[in-house]
């Protein structure tokens, strides 16, 4: 049995430090409860755990009406989700975050370690994509702000480098006729992994008749999380109306790539692509024009 030593760095700075020494054999603890799961079945076998609960700039969660929210890396969700800005403002946030295990995994879990897993079928990074989300990512070299849209490489692949830490994920502040969803299926409530994940965004004209914005990310049927960028270009300027949700819905289902395994066929997730877009940019239109 392989022996790790841990660390919990009650500050910013010590942890940079241990990263810069021991980067490429120390694994970073946000929440715990996918490195646990990984060390418990030797799939990840570092000589380092850093536990990142104590630092300071990683449990920030702020929002402020002109900059947006700010979740440091190791916010735990039950806190996110209950935050009244982030009820009010960023019901996508909500959408996605409360649905990631249960109620104890929620006191545990972090949207920045469900970011930095980097699953294809993760919940939150759609609806982080499509809100124009960034990454703030600091070392004792400095820090860089990258955007969600480029973070994720691959399965479990991340442009991090061994000595960077996630310090906070920033979400731009909501605007006026905009609104957000999230949605995904799953067979059973058994059955935490999304066999297709949808977030969707969407601006509206002032007299909310025409799309001025529209984004839409897909889970669960790709190596990465997709932004497709394909809906972006067909609906900004267009009529609000069903005859063009329905082609945004065939151009998320061309835009997938998925997989068959045992949580669905290939042909089924494509089809589920096209089903989930066009209900969850129904329910975005309709938040934009509560908003």
Known sequence: MK????????????????LQNNGETTKILAGGTDILTKLRIRRELPDLLLDSKEIPELNELSYNPDSGLIVGGAVPL????????????????????????????QGRATLGGNLCNAAPSADAIPTLIVLDATASIHSLNGSREVSIREFCTGPGSTILKNNEIVVSINIPASKQNSGAHYMRFIPRNEMDIAVVGVGTSVKLSDDGSKFEDAQVSLASVAPTPLHVTSITDFLSGKEINDENIEKAGELAKDASKPISDMRGTAEYRQHLCKVLTKRSLKQSIERAKEN
């Not at 030593?5 to 500050?11: G, S, V």
């Not at 800005?85 to 996605?96: E, F, G, L, P």
């Not at 975050?97 to 109620?103: F, N, S």
């Open 78 to 105: 039950y806190k996110l989700y209950a935050h009244e800005d982030v009820k009010k403002y960023y019901q996508a946030i909500v959408d996605s975050t409360k649905i990631i295990g249960g109620i104890p995994i």
């Open 3 to 18: 022996y790790i030593d841990y660390e919990r760095p009650i500050n910013l700075k010590a942890a940079l430090e241990i």
